[in-house]
Structures are given as C-alpha cells and as structure tokens.
C-alpha cells in the first residue's frame, strides 16, 4: 500500500516554504524528514508482514544554549554518549547537537494470506503502531589526531499497539479506495498495548575525499534497543562513494537500522550537490519483538520468532541544495518459525533543509 497522494500534499505544502539560499552558521534551518516504506516499492511486491510504514520527523536547527545543551551533557555525565568539544576537532569544526521530533509514525504488520477471516496461527499476526517522539543527535567531527566522524542518536517514542493504532481503519480505507480486497483478518489482531521504545546509536565515519567532493566512506554503528516494543543489540554498518558525503549519514530508515534524519550542508565542499551509492546491512540479537511475542499484558496471537535477524541493503541518494532524495532497497531474513522465505521491502526518503 502506497501513501502516494498524502506524500505529494506535504512535499508541496513543505517546499513552498524554502528558501533560495543557505543560512551561514549557526544553522538557522528545520530539517523535515518523510519516510514511507511499503513491499510495493519493491521488485514482486507480496503485501505481507511488514507491509507499511510511514513517519515525519522534524529535525532541530543547532542549539547552542545552556537550557537545551542541559541534556546531552547531563547524559555525557554518566554515559560516553554525547562527549563536549574537543578542541583539537579538525579543521574548526564544531560538534552539532540538534533535537529529532516524530509528531507522527505508524507500522502496519499482516499475515502472508490476506483472505482468511481466521488467520493461520503459525503466521504472522495482524498488528498496528502508531507512536510520536523525541530525540538528541550529535555529530562530532574527527580530529586531526583521529579524523574519524562520530555519531550519537537517542530517541524515545510512545505510543499504542493495537486497534488503537488505526493501522485497519487506514489500510481497509486505502485498498477500497484503489479497489483492492480489503485484509479480512484484521478483529484477530493483537490487542491494544501502551507502547514504549528507547533507541540508542552510535556510529564512526572513516572517509576519504578527492577534489570536487568525490570520495568514499565506511559508517560501522552499534546500537541498543528496550521497551516493551522491542529488545535487541545490533552492529550494522554502510559503505557509499559518491560527492559530498559528510552532509549526512546515508538515508533514514523507520525501523532505525542505518542512516539517519540529518543534514549538515556545512560540510559541502564541493558546489551545492550531491550523490552517492551505497550498500549495506545489519545483525540483530532480538529478545522481544511484540509484532510477533504478541501482547506483553493479555493473551494474544503470537509466533517463535528466530533471534537472530539479518538485513541486507542497497540504494541511492541525491540532494541538491534543500532537497534529499533516496530510495532504499531492504532484504530481511525470516523472523519467525514457519516463516515463508525472506522478506523485502522499499524505503523512500523525502527532506527538506527549511527555514522558518
């Protein structure tokens, strides 16, 4: 299912508001991320599992002040995350600290047969999310020591699984509306749930770059995850060339694997573009999954996930100016018992550099 029409309104209503050139530092601009992933933007679409996903996020201009660097350095207190400035970061750079703002995500999870009424209880079950958050992101360059660029993300979201989520009202409505037979499985989905999800990352950028901004770059990330949503560690990485790849760190994903809703157009050092390729994937160890343990309060439908998950990625990405294309192509291995073959799935990325 593809969120085509409701995707088109906000990119025009989001681009009317650009302005023709970049504010020197600080970085006076929003950030605006639209994510939409769907098995429809996928080679042999199937429409099952995980079969949408949808979030806007909304990214902070630098803060600088006491009150909202309080925060990251109350965390970097007791934490390794988010370390001070070093002074001796390359090239007088400064590390960025910004606020990540959901007012709006939901996930869409269904059976592979979409025409039992009862469904198969070694399948998938039916589920919806739907959540809004906040986060802290850091970036901090390398120093001329050790130029390697580092990356700190935390981010706690909350929200409802179950009915509640009106992930069944949103997608029936869609397939009438495309004359598409509706799911039919959906009163057997999991149960109404309050949802809780804290998500910490860290990645390292190793870089090289040629004149014109052409170059290369190696992103490893380790990142951790509780709540009663999900529970699991995992390593990840990305590998790109292309120009101008400091801007960012690849494309975000929904489920948080690699990249992230970020620009930093102060790190252009080429002209007022960029483009690059990239392949790439993650490991997870997964202790709880609730789209597949079921409900953590109330009996419910549930499956054996497998613990172990891979995923396996590949993709491009243009920007120009105060725009951000990407399109991200994504293979998982199974994640339960009985399930049928790997899935796939395709991720489209929209943002926008903005003043207000």
């Not at 025009?12 to 600080?26: D, E, K, S, Y």
């Not at 995992?234 to 101008?244: D, E, I, M, P």
């Amino acid at each position: 299912m593809a969120w085509c029409g409701w995707a088109a309104a906000a990119v025009a209503c989001l681009a009317a508001q650009a302005v023709p050139a970049l504010a020197g530092p600080p970085d006076p601009a929003w950030v605006t991320s639209i994510v939409e992933e769907d098995d429809f933007w996928a080679p042999h679409n199937k429409d099952r599992h995980y079969t949408h996903g949808v979030r806007l996020a909304l990214t902070s201009p630098d803060v600088h002040s006491p009150f909202w660097q309080a925060p990251f350095d109350w965390i970097g207190s007791f934490t390794t995350a988010f370390p001070g400035q070093d002074p001796s970061l390359a090239g007088g750079e400064t590390l960025v600290r910004r606020y990540n703002l959901i007012p709006l995500g939901q996930n869409m999870y269904t059976p592979q047969n979409p025409a039992l009424v009862n469904p198969d209880p070694r399948d998938r079950p039916y589920a919806g999310w739907l959540y809004g958050g906040i986060g802290l992101i850091q970036d901090t360059p390398g120093s001329a020591a050790e130029p390697v660029d580092r990356f700190d993300g935390l981010q706690l979201t909350l929200g409802i699984v179950g009915p509640g989520s009106l992930a069944n009202a949103m997608q029936t409505h869609y397939h009438l509306l495309i004359d598409v037979a509706p799911f039919q499985g959906w009163h057997a989905q999991l149960h109404d749930e309050p949802a809780a999800d804290l998500f910490y990352e860290r990645k390292w950028r190793h870089h090289g770059e040629s004149e014109g901004g052409w170059g290369w770059d190696a992103i490893p990330q380790a990142s951790a995850r509780v709540g009663n949503v999900y529970d699991y560690l995992a390593a990840s990485g990305l590998l790109r060339v292309g120009r101008n790849l400091r801007v960012d760190y690849g494309p975000p994903h929904i489920d948080l694997n690699t990249g992230a809703e970020y620009l930093n157009f102060e790190r252009v050092t080429a002209g007022d573009w960029g483009i690059y390729f990239f392949i790439g994937g993650e490991a997870r160890a997964v202790a709880h999954n609730i789209f597949l343990d079921g409900n953590d309060f109330k009996s419910s439908a549930h499956v054996e996930k497998i613990p172990a998950v891979g995923d396996a990625e590949m993709g491009a990405a243009f920007f120009w100016w105060h725009l951000r294309l990407a399109y991200t192509l994504i293979y998982r291995s199974p994640e339960f018992v009985h399930q049928i073959g790997p899935d796939h799935y395709g991720s489209l990325n929209l943002t926008l550099h903005l003043s207000f």
